[in-house]
């Protein structure tokens, strides 16, 4: 719950000294200092209803797994492990192996829910009680990534309690995927195929009593978690070539700004002048705006449709150690909220908010590919920002306006200018300032709130 601005997690009487005893704990401590779990200690807030309330650390941004890229998407698995092996040392254990549990901070992940740490105890015959649930949310996705199958991995991630069933990553996967790759046989078909054996001969509540009393030692689960930590990093996630990963390939070292072209250094100059704390740069594309801003030191989030950008976009992060958390979304049809009711998981524009906007070689798409007119793209675009537009105008004439043009069916595009657009903004915007941008004939607009 929210209170004076903080985030806290009310704990009910009968379980106050067990997490009193895992605050305390050497392994839970370390996970802490490690960031690999979120913030967390003893608050001074009274209630009738607890006898122990935690305080969390907040973090900025709240993303969902539909949004990350394959490469995100195993760094919470293996996170999600490597704190399994730590807590097993002081005989805890996870009850959850779902990556809601996880957000990031750039590419960082870290675990927060503190409350799905329980006993090592209560796994009782099972290695680890949530097993399954590991390899539907992070193993069975990853695997139709590798393969090329991101369409189908990425919506099944919004079923929030199935993830990708056993079934269908079995149906969807090549017959030499599941024969010749040791790690898919041991996780997947052979579990399926036993399952089905076993429900055939009706004695599956037999075979779980005869198991119930074999108690596994920590040496096998150490076992276990190091070696589904193995799997895990040793998927394949190649990156494919896409029509939007080589559409600009202007990518200069950013230390050499002389080799930077005009709407380089105009947004160079922009952010050293505003020096925004937040920064969203939709439509990205490989990033290398939203990396310029982290580098000025601006936290930003970048998100872009075209997997294949946001994933070049995750390894230019990782290789720069910059403050940018890359997503795969789409700026005409952001996340929506769903779960219960609708409520569970807000929607991005619910979420996802930052003091600027960098929206650049983005209006004409929206606009003649897409038919939205002006005053809907700067609704949109408003959705994100707290205070300032960083938009830039592509006009007719330009070669990526006149490729588009070609496959559009816009029967006029006679309002399509500067001007238009520019009072479009003004209607939102109570101040509007213009800067050159390349190629020439390209204009940035600053807009403020």
Request: charged share 25%.
């Amino acid at each position: 719950f929210n209170a004076n601005g903080g985030l806290y997690r009310g704990i009910y009487p009968e379980f106050t000294d067990r997490f009193r005893s895992l605050l305390g704990c050497k392994s839970f401590q370390s996970l802490v200092k490690k960031k690999k779990l979120v913030k967390t200690g003893e608050s001074e807030l009274t209630s009738d209803s607890y006898q122990l309330i935690l305080e969390h650390q907040r973090l900025r941004y709240v993303t969902f797994c539909v949004e990350w890229p394959a490469e995100m998407l195993r760094d919470a698995g293996v996170l999600t492990l490597d704190i399994c092996l730590s807590l097993l040392e002081d005989d805890w254990s996870l009850q959850d192996a779902h990556p809601w549990n996880v957000l990031f901070e750039g590419i960082k992940p870290r675990y927060v829910d503190v409350g799905s740490i329980r006993p090592l105890a209560d796994e009782g015959s099972l290695l680890w009680i949530a097993y399954q649930q590991f390899c539907q949310f992070f193993l069975f996705p990853l695997y139709l990534y590798s393969k090329g199958f991101e369409e189908v991995a990425r919506p099944q991630l919004y079923r929030f309690k199935d993830g990708v069933s056993y079934e269908l990553c079995s149906k969807v996967l090549p017959l030499s995927s599941k024969l010749w790759t040791p790690q898919i046989l041991a996780h997947l078909e052979v579990p399926l195929k036993a399952s089905k054996a076993i429900k055939k001969t009706g004695k599956e509540r037999k075979l779980r009593e005869r198991e119930a009393g074999k108690v596994p030692d920590k040496d096998a689960r150490r076992r276990f978690f190091g070696s589904l930590k193995a799997d895990i990093q040793r998927i394949s996630l190649p990156i494919p070539d896409s029509t939007w990963s080589d559409y600009y390939d202007e990518f200069p070292d950013f230390k050499d700004e002389e080799k930077w072209n005009t709407k380089q250094k105009a947004v160079a100059q922009i952010l050293d002048r505003i020096k925004p704390k937040e920064v969203i740069d939709v439509a990205c594309n490989k990033g290398w705006y939203a990396l310029l801003a982290a580098h000025r030191g601006s936290k930003v989030l970048a998100f872009d449709f075209d997997s294949s950008c946001v994933s070049q976009l995750y390894h230019e992060v990782k290789k720069h150690k910059v403050d940018v958390q890359p997503l795969v979304m789409d700026l005409l049809n952001p996340t929506p909220a769903f779960g219960w009711r609708n409520r569970q998981y807000p929607s991005a524009i619910q979420r996802l908010d930052a003091e600027m906007v960098f929206a650049f070689a983005v209006i004409h798409h929206l606009v003649i590919s897409q038919w939205q007119n002006f005053e809907r793209v700067v609704e949109l675009l408003s959705d994100f920002t707290s205070r300032y537009l960083l938009v830039e105008f592509v006009p007719l004439g330009d070669d990526k306006v006149e490729e588009i043009l070609l496959h559009s069916a816009i029967d006029s595009t006679d309002f399509y200018t500067l001007e238009n657009f520019m009072a479009a903004l003004s209607k939102k915007y109570s101040s509007l300032e213009t800067f050159p941008s390349h190629p020439d004939g390209r204009t940035l607009i600053l807009c403020e709130l």
